[in-house]
């Protein structure tokens, strides 16, 4: 494994803390290299896409992270608070565990976790790009549902709740209450008693971003989230997710092919092609990348002119 001061990355360049530092994350199915020596920042309380024509990787880098895949090569490590240092990702490389918490916070290897534990103590939250809300339940259910790791505690993993004990009361009282919270926050307050399938199709996106963000996440990993939405619900979608930066401080890392979302919300992309990275920066950089203009929207590279244009309609 490289020493991570050896990794070019956005966090290290710009000042930025990192919340997520991926080193040299390689993925093969077979003989399929699908990810190949990988490696990026996601820098704290920002917005980071991850973008790329189909078939670049993306969803594979999204599913390592989120421990739906062991890399076959690679660390992911995640911080939570002060822990941000070499020396600490170091000590955990080194030792048989999967993650350390000290006063200062925490640093976890994400490939050494399973995808619950990556959820419920790194605190990684995601959606899919198609949507898996539970249709049956109502849309309130939906976001209290998300909140059973908290409950589950709390009920003393069932006795406490059999018993209506006061202490699970009152968990269960601040799980309503936050789910409210989010219901009023996506505007969705009216539909409360609605079964979450009969949503239209923006409200099931915005409903499930909702319900991830329930869960407390310091990461929050979007697959998609503006995949068939028209242009207002385009444009509700990026008023939530600046809002859940700015008013939550929860870091974001989205996989989105439309353009317009990518290069309005956020602050920091990178561009994959074959599995390898091929640009990594701010917007204003990957727009005028030829590189990325000709590989994302698959076009030679004498037809870069005409690509941009098409880029910057």
């Not at 939530?240 to 990518?262: F, Q």
Request: proline share 4%; charged share 20%; net charge negative.
């Amino acid at each position: 494994m490289a020493n991570s001061a050896t990794t070019p990355a956005v966090a290290a360049t710009t000042g930025l803390e990192p919340i997520l530092r991926v080193e040299h994350l390689t993925m093969r199915f077979g003989g399929l290299l699908a990810v190949n020596d990988l490696s990026f920042d996601v820098a704290r309380g920002q917005i980071t896409a991850l973008i790329g024509p189909n078939g670049a990787g993306k969803t594979t880098v999204f599913n390592c992270i989120t421990g739906f895949y062991k890399p076959t090569i690679g660390r992911m490590a995640l911080f939570s608070g002060g822990l941000q240092t070499d020396a600490a990702i170091e000590f955990v490389t080194n030792s048989p565990t999967r993650y350390r918490r000290t006063s200062e916070g925490a640093v976890f290897l994400l490939e050494r976790m399973a995808d619950s534990e990556i959820a419920a103590k790194a605190k990684v939250a995601r959606t899919f790009q198609n949507i898996r809300l539970f249709t049956g339940m109502t849309v309130l259910e939906n976001l209290i549902v998300a909140q059973h790791n908290w409950l589950n505690r709390a009920s003393g993993y069932s006795i406490l709740g059999l018993i209506g004990a006061p202490s699970f009361r009152k968990a269960e009282a601040m799980a309503v209450e936050l789910a409210v919270a989010w219901l009023d926050r996506i505007g969705l307050t009216h539909r409360a008693d609605d079964p979450a399938g009969a949503l239209p199709y923006g409200d099931q996106r915005r409903l499930e971003i909702a319900r991830a963000m329930c869960t407390g996440p310091v990461l929050l990993c979007l697959d998609e989230p503006a995949a068939g939405l028209n242009p207002r619900e385009s444009a509700d979608l990026n008023e939530l997710l600046l809002s859940i930066k700015e008013g939550n401080g929860t870091s974001i890392l989205l996989i989105e092919h439309d353009m317009s979302v990518v290069m309005e919300i956020s602050d920091h992309i990178v561009v994959l092609e074959y599995g390898i990275k091929i640009s990594d920066g701010t917007p204003n950089h990957i727009r005028n990348d030829p590189k990325v203009i000709a590989a994302y929207l698959g076009v030679e590279d004498e037809e870069v002119d005409e690509a941009e244009a098409e880029l910057d309609r």
